[in-house]
C-alpha cells in the first residue's frame, strides 16, 4: 500500500448494532487517556490491516468479525506521536462486545457521538458515521424532473443537484430526496433552498471566505464535501471544513474532456493523504465500489452510470 510509511500504524472499526455504535473509552494512564475511541489497536509486525483488525477485535473486544469494508485513512500527528488510522466498518459479528483488558465499553446512538470527547484524529470518524456509499449526480441533459429523479434510487444516496437553478424545482426534488432519507448536498448559490438535513458542496471557484461565512449560519451542514485532482489541491484546502472528498477523474468521462484520467494507483495515493472519506468519480458505474474500497476510496460517485 502506496500509505505505510513511519507512523504507528492502527486499525480501528465502526461497530454496529440495532442502530447503535460501540465505543471503548482509553485508560486514564494512556496516550490520549480517558477519551473515547473507536475500538482497534497497533499493527503486529508484517500484519495487513484487516488481520490486525480482526486480532484487536477479539483480544479487544471478545468478537469475532468474518467481513469489514474499509472507510478511509487517517494521517495524524500529534506532535509526541504520528499515526495513521486505518477505517473499517463491522456490521457483522460473533460474540458479544467486552471490555477483555478493564476498558470501559458502552453502545451509543449515532446522534450522541458529537457529544463525545475523542482524540483529535477520531474526530472525522465521527463526520463520517451514516454518509452514504454513492453519490448521484444530477445531470439536466439527462433527467428532465429533478423530483423524480430524487426518488429513483431504493439504496441511501448523497444526492448532489448539479447545475440546477435555485427555484421551487429544486426546492421540491430536496424535499423528495430528504423524505427518503438520501442525503444531499448543494452549492453556495443554492442556499436559498436549503433545509435541514443538507449539506454543501465547496467549489475551487467560490470565494471561501464568503462560503465559510455562509456554512457558519447554516448551523452545523452535513456533509460538507469539495473536490480535488492533485496533492496541490488537497493542500490548499488543508483548512476547508471537508467532512469527504471527490477525486476525479479516475477514468475517461465526457464531463471531464481533454483531461488525463488518474487511474487507480493516482487515486489510491491521493486518497491516502485526504485523512477523510474519499469518493471516486468519473467514468465510474454502482458495480464499482468494490474496486474503489480496494483502493483506499470510500464511496463511488457519478452522472451518467448512476441514471
Not at 429513483?152 to 427518503?180: D, M
Request: one cysteine or more; proline letters at 7%.
Amino acid at each position: 500500500m502506496p500509505s505505510i510509511g513511519p507512523e504507528i500504524q492502527v486499525a480501528c472499526a465502526l461497530i454496529w448494532r440495532n442502530g447503535q455504535i460501540v465505543l471503548s473509552k482509553r485508560h486514564a494512564t494512556a496516550h490520549q487517556g480517558g477519551l473515547w475511541e473507536f475500538p482497534g489497536g497497533k499493527f503486529e509486525a508484517n500484519e495487513n490491516p484487516i488481520h490486525c483488525l480482526q486480532r484487536e477485535l477479539e483480544e479487544e473486544l471478545g468478537i469475532t468479525i468474518d467481513t469489514a469494508q474499509f472507510m478511509f485513512q487517517i494521517p495524524w500527528d500529534y506532535g509526541d506521536q504520528a499515526i495513521r488510522l486505518w477505517v473499517y466498518e463491522v456490521e457483522v459479528f460473533a460474540g458479544e462486545p467486552q471490555g477483555l483488558e478493564g476498558q470501559w465499553i458502552q453502545w451509543f446512538h449515532p446522534d450522541e457521538l458529537k457529544s463525545l470527547a475523542f482524540p483529535k484524529a477520531n474526530e472525522a470518524i465521527v463526520r463520517a458515521v451514516g454518509l452514504p456509499r454513492v453519490v448521484r449526480i444530477y445531470d439536466p441533459s439527462l433527467v428532465l424532473e429533478p423530483a423524480v429523479w430524487a426518488t429513483q434510487p431504493k439504496h441511501q444516496s448523497l444526492l448532489y443537484f448539479r447545475g440546477l437553478t435555485p427555484g421551487r424545482e429544486l426546492e421540491i426534488a430536496i424535499t423528495a430526496g430528504l423524505e427518503r432519507r438520501h442525503r444531499i448536498i448543494l452549492t453556495i448559490d443554492q442556499l436559498s433552498c436549503y433545509q435541514p438535513g443538507c449539506g454543501v458542496h465547496l467549489r475551487k471557484t467560490d470565494h471561501l471566505t464568503e462560503a465559510l461565512a455562509r456554512l457558519k449560519d447554516l448551523n452545523d451542514p452535513w456533509p460538507v464535501t469539495s473536490g480535488v485532482r492533485s496533492e496541490s489541491d488537497i493542500e490548499r484546502q488543508r483548512s476547508w471544513p471537508s467532512d469527504a472528498v471527490f477525486v476525479s477523474p479516475v477514468r475517461e468521462t465526457p464531463s471531464h474532456v481533454g483531461m488525463n484520467p488518474l487511474g487507480w494507483a493516482r487515486f489510491s495515493e491521493l486518497a491516502s493523504m485526504l485523512a477523510v472519506p474519499a469518493y471516486a468519480l468519473g467514468g465510474l458505474c454502482l458495480d464499482d465500489l468494490t474496486e474503489v474500497t480496494n483502493h483506499l476510496g470510500y464511496g463511488v460517485a457519478g452522472i451518467r452510470g448512476f441514471q
